[in-house]
């Protein structure tokens, strides 16, 4: 567990943080039609790749990777163990010199999260969680406490982006009930630990990028929060175009009370 901490640490120090607020032209190019990709990410995921098989030699599926080749993510289903990579979590806020962004791993076995990092370089702030074996932040134990007892007091966040109107239109006119709506960070590996940590006491995703939410799902799972699918279905890693959908919580009643409210389950 160290060691991969070390790891993204490294990798960050090396070609991340010194390209924050520091990116010279050409260092920012589009992937993908409104998806951004910079030198930090594609260097950060080849210096992680390469240390991570070091460590233990099984298929790494990178976001990066993935982007240029889509068949990649194929090894999350076809193989025993993947190592997960997103090189710079939050690369918009990374590119507008935001201090929002994380570089995260997490190891899968058999479809399963088993271990994951989350690295904030802007405020060396480390996370890791394995499966069984507790949630931590820089070596301290991290226990959930539960949401407060009125939802009209719990502060949250629905990602909407990926929904269509009508739906959009629900979900935002049912999250009324709540007492503080944000648009969230913009950034996963910042999302996941703000729930817990009780800044936040839940988040709707709806596009679930496996290396998005692979590290901060086993996080909330193992700090004794909830991340599931809206049928209830624990969350396991799925190559992109998978299923949508992940409501994450504080605790298991305030998940099923989210939901109930939120899309009527």
Do not use: C
């Not at 629905?158 to 007492?179: C, I, M, Q, Y």
């Amino acid at each position: 567990m160290d060691r991969v901490a070390e790891i993204l640490a490294e990798a960050s120090a090396e070609v991340v943080e010194p390209r924050f607020r520091a990116l010279a032209a050409g260092e920012v190019m589009e992937k993908a039609p409104g998806e951004v990709v910079t030198i930090a990410d594609r260097e950060a995921e080849v210096i992680i790749e390469r240390r991570l098989r070091e460590l233990l030699p099984v298929p790494v599926v990178g976001e990066e990777a993935v982007a240029a080749d889509p068949g990649l993510a194929r090894a999350l289903h076809s193989e025993p163990a993947v190592w997960l990579v997103d090189p710079v979590d939050g690369t918009a806020n990374f590119i507008a010199g935001r201090p929002e962004y994380a570089v995260m791993a997490s190891l899968v076995r058999s479809g399963e999260t088993v271990a994951a990092w989350i690295w904030q370089p802007e405020t060396a702030t480390s996370y890791t969680a394995e499966l069984g074996s507790g949630a931590w932040r820089n070596g301290h134990r991290l226990t959930r406490t539960p949401a407060p007892g009125d939802p009209a007091d719990w502060r949250g966040s629905v990602k909407s982006r990926f929904l269509s109107p009508d739906r959009r239109r629900t979900l935002e006119a049912n999250a009324a009930a709540f007492g503080e709506i944000s648009p969230g960070r913009h950034a996963a590996g910042i999302e996941y630990p703000d729930i817990a940590e009780g800044a936040l006491d839940f988040i709707l995703y709806w596009r679930t990028l496996p290396w998005d939410h692979a590290p901060g799902s086993l996080l909330i799972n193992e700090a004794g929060g909830v991340s599931a699918r809206l049928d209830g279905s624990r969350y396991r890693p799925e190559a992109p175009g998978g299923q949508d959908g992940l409501l994450v919580a504080a605790d298991p009643e305030a998940w099923e009370r989210t939901r109930a409210i939120l899309i009527g389950r």
